[in-house]
């Protein structure tokens, strides 16, 4: 694995002390918003800002690094994880849980490819299943 220095300048960026910090601890959180992120770094940079790490974060997703998720929670999380794979929102903890699933991802998308939806034209399907943990 590509350590996250050449990870973040495969993909074009500059790989700033910032940059290498966000995407740690994107890395350790998993699914997370620029608030938890700030949270997380508070103490190593105190003068970063939610804006700044919200511009990253942003940075990160156009270049590949992570994908968006939408919650119920009205805030944008982003995923570390940007490999095809189904999420469990937990309406609760306002978390998002991985679901490893490739039967379910290929059922859905062979469907989704063979089914016709009017005036609509699909690029991708996000397996989003709500719901809280037991």
Known sequence: MLM???????????????RIAIYESMRKLGHACADMV?????????????ATI???L?????AGL?????SLNHKMYFDVNTYEHAHCYDT???CFIDVDDPKLIKLINEYVS???????EVEGVDIHIVGKQK
Do not use: H, M
């Open 38 to 50: 700030v949270e997380d770094l508070k103490d190593k940079f105190p003068t970063l800002t939610v």
């Open 4 to 18: 996250i220095k050449e990870l973040i300048k495969s993909v074009g960026l500059k790989a700033t002390p910032q």
């Open 114 to 120: 063979a089914k016709e939806i009017e005036n609509f």
């Open 54 to 56: 919200y511009n990253v």
């Open 66 to 70: 992570l994908v968006k998720r939408f």
């Open 92 to 94: 609760v903890q306002n």
């Open 58 to 62: 942003e940075s990160f997703v156009d």
